[in-house]
């Protein structure tokens, strides 16, 4: 089945600077990638997807790309801010099987400092 | 609309108790799942159902059983709780042939 990897585990950045987070997959058949992120006590909440047909998405401050060769995408986020502190999680979803399943790399802690 | 509501939100039993995680969604969302969030583990499926009378098994299965009489509800059974259990449990939907996932607020469980 998929396999997501996530690195790094813990990112701490200054207010204004990017933050870059990466993940990997194994199952070439994945086609669709979601970003989710995760406030202290609340539910995961989507902030940017990509599917397999696109390279990269912008959204303001974030950004998502895909390189399929390698497998792996990433998320960006610019001049970073407080607010953006949280758990980020990437997930791969595979058509193979009953209905399309995400599967979830392990999180990123993002800490910004002020 | 609520949206995707889990109860309860917190959840202490003991060893070898059992209970019911309760989820429902009101967008008639064909597509419904429980994860399970562990600390450096991610999020990881447990159980999924494309529709009603469809249910099938995700990553950790084992100790929990799923049914789905209805398109609205998705219980969570948790049959003999191990302390390995716990753990904060969300429940998500979605419509099939789209890819966003909704998410609950979660239920944290303690087995003691």
């Known amino acids: 089945g998929e396999n997501v990897e996530q690195h790094p585990s813990t990112l701490s950045v200054q207010e204004g600077d990017s933050a870059v987070i990466k993940c990997t997959y194994s199952?070439?058949?994945?086609?669709?990638f979601p970003w989710y992120k995760q406030e202290l006590g609340k539910r995961p909440q989507l902030i940017i997807d990509?599917?397999?047909?696109?390279g990269e998405k912008k959204d303001q401050r974030i950004a998502v790309t895909l390189n399929k060769t390698a497998k792996h995408f990433s998320l960006h986020i610019t001049e970073t801010q407080p607010e953006d502190s949280a758990v980020y999680f990437c997930?791969?979803?595979?058509?193979?099987?009953?209905?399309?399943?995400?599967?979830f790399g392990a999180g990123t802690i993002l800490r910004v400092k002020s | 609309n609520a949206g995707v509501t889990q109860t309860p939100k917190f959840q202490v039993l003991k060893t070898g108790q059992s209970m019911t995680l309760q989820c429902a969604q009101d967008?008639?969302?064909?597509?419904m799942s429980w994860y399970r969030q562990d600390p450096g583990m991610g999020l990881r499926l447990i159980h999924y159902?494309?529709?009603?009378?469809?249910?099938d098994q995700g990553e950790v299965p084992n100790g929990y059983n799923v049914s789905r009489s209805t398109t609205e509800d998705f219980p969570l059974r948790l049959l003999s709780a191990a302390p390995s259990q716990t753990s904060v449990y969300f429940c998500?939907?979605?419509?099939?042939?789209?890819?966003?996932?909704?998410f609950g607020q979660g239920t944290r469980l303690t087995v003691v």
């Open positions: 997930a791969a979803s595979s058509p193979r099987g009953y209905g399309n399943k995400l599967v």
């Open positions: 967008m008639n969302h064909e597509y």
């Open positions: 990509i599917r397999s047909n696109v």
């Open positions: 998500a939907s979605r419509l099939l042939g789209t890819d966003e996932a909704f």
């Open positions: 159902s494309v529709g009603a009378g469809i249910t």
């Open positions: 199952d070439s058949a994945s086609n669709y």
